[in-house]
Nanobody
Framework: QVQLVESGGGLVQPGGSLRLSCVIS????????MGWFRQGPGKERELVAR???????NYADSVKGRVTISRDTAKNTVYLQMNSLKVEDTAVYYC????????????WGKGTLVTVSS
């Protein structure tokens, strides 16, 4: 089993910054991708950013240039640094761990709320 615990959400003004953290624990040796997804009000869950076990990253077009995903393998933690936040970034942000084994397995955290408002 894999457990994911997010932190760092909150209320921020437009143009502000936040850093989300996700601590992963359990049987993590088979995890190939770590990522952040979000689900805004009335919207479907969408990918924000991902980082592979090799360090490759990809981002949603809507956040490119404003968001950086990184990891600290010693701390088993993945970060999402978000800058120049916009009202439309308001969402619950979920940490995700993906494994390619067994046809693909996904693990999710419970989410952390980010509210961008003046």
């Amino acid at each position: 089993q894999v457990q994911l615990v997010e932190s760092g959400g909150g209320l921020v003004q437009p143009g502000g910054s936040l850093r989300l953290s996700c601590v992963i624990s359990g049987s993590i040796f088979h995890i190939d991708l770590m990522g952040w997804f979000r689900q805004g009000p009335g919207k479907e869950r969408e990918l924000v950013a991902r980082i592979s076990s090799g360090g490759s990253t990809n981002y949603a077009d809507s956040v490119k240039g404003r968001v950086t995903i990184s990891r600290d393998t010693a701390k088993n933690t993945v970060y999402l640094q978000m800058n120049s936040l916009k009202v439309e970034d308001t969402a619950v942000y979920y940490c995700n761990a993906h494994s390619f084994v067994s046809g693909g397995m996904d693990y999710w955290g419970k989410g952390t709320l980010v509210t961008v408002s003046s």
